[in-house]
């Protein structure tokens, strides 16, 4: 009679194993927390301020162009003044019908973003914990990038998709092929999410060129980038009968230019540009009333769409023409939109509506029932997206805590251009390496502020994407030459 096997316990070599293996996933979240004691704070707190957040204004908020990209991710089609990017991370969530996941979805890019600047810092770079903690900390506790996050627009994609290829370019000195392609592929969906992805593209190549990282990456990365920019272009042709991204570019610079644009100073204007002459004393006051306000003399242009080709073309005609005629006052108008973004305090500009979007109200604005094309209204689109009432529900006591925290947590515009001052600083003594690592976020921070404000408008939200940006290059101020770094410590902090 063969003997029974003993029956293992706890305390046996199987049964020590199988508990082993039982704690080992409890065990590596502590593991890191404990060798990672300042980032867990913050990026605890992060993920705290989002979840009330998420909890106090449910499923969303919205823009006045939230409305445009739910328009394209219901129906698809290559929109006339925004690329389509952020419409196709609508229309892929879609199926769900859920704003929550869309708002859930736009709050892990938060994070993600701050874990990205955390990471490159402390394992490329060997910043102590804390300093890469505090690098990271405007991206995760700054209570307008939290407020901007579950917004329906496409800010917080297009930062995320630079900070990812900011950050893989930066963890490989000589990139291999693979990651080139994946930069190319990020950079693509960045301009494919906003227009002024094509500059940030511009900067990453003079990048890579500065750096020497060689034609065969560089190369692939343009391959990479060029793919779905082409196909994208092709959409956009098929439908408006012109190879670009957008027909607003003219449109958007007219805002530029209806500011400071004085006719008896332009010569050569065709009939047609003269139609937006403004005496000077009969201007609204805003850059962007040149777009947008039913008086403004791009409404006497007659074209089959709103903001047609054109609209376009002769708006970007005038505006060019406006721009060589009076070079100075362009650039009056350019500086002072510039250095807008660095003031102390957040004046209401460039109208209190538009402010008011950028806030935790108390209160939320009914969706409005302009018309989107002649079956339905902004607010049925949003009704059809999330298959269900979508109104912005504002929810005590969770509303009321993150209003008290934007309130008085948040990254002062005088504070971003201290942290840009820094980065500057740090690239100076490395003048014979153009500025070492720090040069590709430090650049592309001060391309992200320059461009709204030389090709339209300043407005809040376009400092937000410049954030992680002058945040990494000014703690790569503290990290020395690209290469030289010191090895991080293999635990602790």
């Known amino acids: 009679m063969t003997a029974a096997p003993p029956a293992t316990t706890a305390g046996a070599p199987d ?21 990672h004691p300042a980032f867990a704070v913050v990026l605890g707190l992060g993920v705290l301020l989002r979840l009330v957040a998420m909890l106090g204004y449910r499923p969303v908020m919205y823009f006045n162009d939230s409305f445009d990209y739910l328009h394209v991710a219901v129906e698809p089609y290559p929109h006339p003044l925004r690329p389509a990017g952020y419409s196709f991370l609508l229309l892929v969530l879609r199926p769900l019908h859920s704003f929550t996941l869309v708002a859930l979805v736009q709050h892990l890019m938060g994070l993600a973003m701050g874990v990205m600047i955390y990471a490159v810092l402390r394992r490329r770079f060997g910043l102590p914990g804390w300093g890469a903690a505090l690098a990271a900390a405007p991206v995760l506790l700054d209570a307008y990038q939290i407020q901007l996050e579950p917004l329906v627009l496409s800010d917080t994609l297009f930062s995320f998709l630079v900070v990812a290829a900011v950050t893989l370019l930066l963890w490989h000195g000589r990139p291999p092929l693979r990651i080139a392609a994946a930069v190319g592929l990020l950079l693509a969906a960045a301009w ?69 644009a004085d006719c008896h100073k332009i010569p050569n204007l065709t009939v047609d540009e003269q139609q ?9 006051p805003n850059s962007q009333d040149g777009i947008w306000d039913r008086r403004s003399p791009l409404k006497r242009v007659v074209d089959l769409q709103r903001f047609g080709p054109r609209q ?18 362009y650039l009056a108008v350019v500086a002072g939109d510039f250095f807008r973004a660095f003031r102390w305090e957040r004046t209401v500009f460039p109208d209190l509506k538009t402010y008011r979007l950028y806030e935790f109200e108390k209160s939320a604005v009914p969706l409005p029932v302009w018309r989107m094309d002649a079956d339905s209204t902004a607010a049925d689109v949003a009704v059809a997206y999330e298959g269900g009432p979508a109104q912005t529900q ?72 410049a954030v992680p940006l002058a945040s990494l290059a000014a703690a790569l101020a503290f990290t020395g030459p690209l290469g030289r770094a010191g090895r991080p410590p293999s635990g602790g902090q």
Not at 15 to 35: C, D, E
Not at 200 to 226: I, K, N, S, Y
Not at 425 to 450: D, I, N
């Open 276 to 284: 937006l002459c403004v005496q000077p004393g009969n201007k609204l």
């Open 394 to 465: 504002v929810v005590e006591p969770f509303a009321g805590m993150i209003r008290f925290y934007q309130d008085h947590f948040y990254l002062r515009g005088t504070m971003v251009g201290a942290l840009l001052l820094v980065g500057l600083a740090g690239m100076v003594p490395l003048w014979r390496r153009l500025g070492g690592a720090a040069f590709l976020p430090w650049t592309l921070a001060t391309g992200l502020l320059l461009a709204p404000a030389a090709t339209a408008e300043f407005d809040y939200r376009y400092v937000l994407p």
């Open 312 to 329: 376009n073309e002769i708006a970007g005609g005038f505006s060019r023409k406006a721009i060589m005629a009076q070079p100075g006052d």
């Open 15 to 35: 049964g020590g194993r199988a508990g082993r293996r039982g704690a080992a996933p409890l065990r590596r979240p502590a593991a890191l927390i404990a060798r």
């Open 192 to 260: 494919l999410t906003r227009t002024v992805g094509l500059p940030v593209l511009a900067g990453v190549c003079v990048f890579m060129l500065l750096r020497r990282d060689g034609w065969r990456p560089l190369t692939v990365m343009l391959a990479a980038c060029a793919v779905p920019a082409v196909a994208y272009m092709s959409w956009f042709a098929s439908a408006h009968g012109k190879f670009a991204m957008t027909e607003s570019d003219g449109v958007f610079l007219f805002a530029r230019a209806y500011k400071f």
